[in-house]
């Protein structure tokens, strides 16, 4: 009744997918502890140990994106999204550390949700951030911080965010107000 021949044939490249599935998944989640690592050294003023970590998670992304890139179905795995949004976070996080303009991703491959939901996301570890500098008193670097946060929400007001990016804008938000906050508490102060 049925064909053998074809069902076979099925059945394996059902396999292929789930040992790559697998695989993805395994890198992925080693892509996103690497991501995390990097942002927690920073706010510990560690580049040295950021900078390693940033290379080792982007190592495994490009490793990913040459293997399974070009699929569809394996590149939506939500493990890969997730790694792969951690990861543009910590880059933007790292960027703006060194001083440089938060900008894109060029060795591999990254979806606009996966952007704008690292962008979001890197509003909360500036106020982390300011509020370090805060304790240090390094007011002119608290600022800094608190303008990157303004320019990305004015930034992500552009545009009409729905869904998942919409709870990752209003979350943005929360983090403009206790960065404006933090900016009244020290203006206050002086």
Partial sequence: MLDAKFWKM??????ELDVARRKIIGASSDAQHLSKQVIFALQRDN???AREKL????????ELDKKYGQNGKLRNEGAWKAGIEEFVEAKLFFDFCDGKKIGGVKEF????????????????????LMIILATQKK???VKKAGQAVDEVIHALMQNNLTGYLRTKFDQAKNSLRKAEEILYEISMKK
């Fill in 10 to 15: 099925i059945f394996q490249e059902q396999g």
């Fill in 47 to 49: 580049v040295k140990e």
């Fill in 55 to 62: 290379t080792a998670a982007r190592e495994l992304l490009v």
């Fill in 109 to 128: 491959y990254v979806e606009l949700d996966e952007y704008l939901g690292g962008l979001s996301d890197l509003t909360g570890e500036l106020v982390r």
């Fill in 139 to 141: 007011f002119d670097e």
